[in-house]
């Protein structure tokens, strides 16, 4: 079962809950391990007993992991364009680029893909960038529909292209294993600007090579 979502050109490219937090606010590494095991304690499981002893630290390691995305400027990877193109001005398209990320309210993990298209104007970037402006944005506390719109409007705003279509597979960690538990539902969110909006062929044309090739007329996947 997949859910359906449309990301409408009301959502902002930065919400404020989106933002990297202050630097000089973060907990110290021995608070962040001692806040997991409460957590633990929380658990009804004791911190201390052998196989739980390095698990703190080892919590600790990861979260910087897990969210280095507030440690990174997503406008930055994108600033070295390549104009040398022989002319080129047809779709350029990533699909398939696998995240990780964790969602806001249950710090859940959200396993799943992005494909991103833009028609370009007069320059290219980096293929790799594509795929690491979505790293950046899913090693942060996330929801999918504010992630798709932040991917789509950081290439709208520093690539200047034509259009910009972005979708995003997402299982999410709190639907599979919490309350109604279903393991086999799939968030898709969508975002289309510039002329993946305007143009029913041109966005046609990304999603069926994607694979999506049942969507509606609409400006978004969906209706």
Known sequence: MNALVNINSRISSDPSGAKPTDLTTRPT???????????????????????????????????REWFAGYDEDPDELLRRTFEEVAGYDEMVLLRDIHFVSHCEHHMAPIVGRAHIGYLPRDRVVGISKLARVVEVYSRRLQIQERMTAEIANTLDKVLGPHGVAV?????????????????????????????FRDRPETRQEFLSAIGQRDATRSGNLFG
């Open 29 to 63: 590494r021995a608070e962040m391990e001692e806040a997991v095991r409460t957590l633990i304690r929380g658990t009804g499981d004791d911190p201390d007993r052998e196989g739980l002893v390095e698990t703190p630290a080892r919590v600790a390691r990861a979260y």
């Open 167 to 195: 979708v995003i597979e997402g299982v999410h960690g709190f639907m599979t294993s919490l309350g109604i538990r279903q393991s086999e539902s799939t968030l898709v969110t969508s975002r289309m600007l510039g002329a």
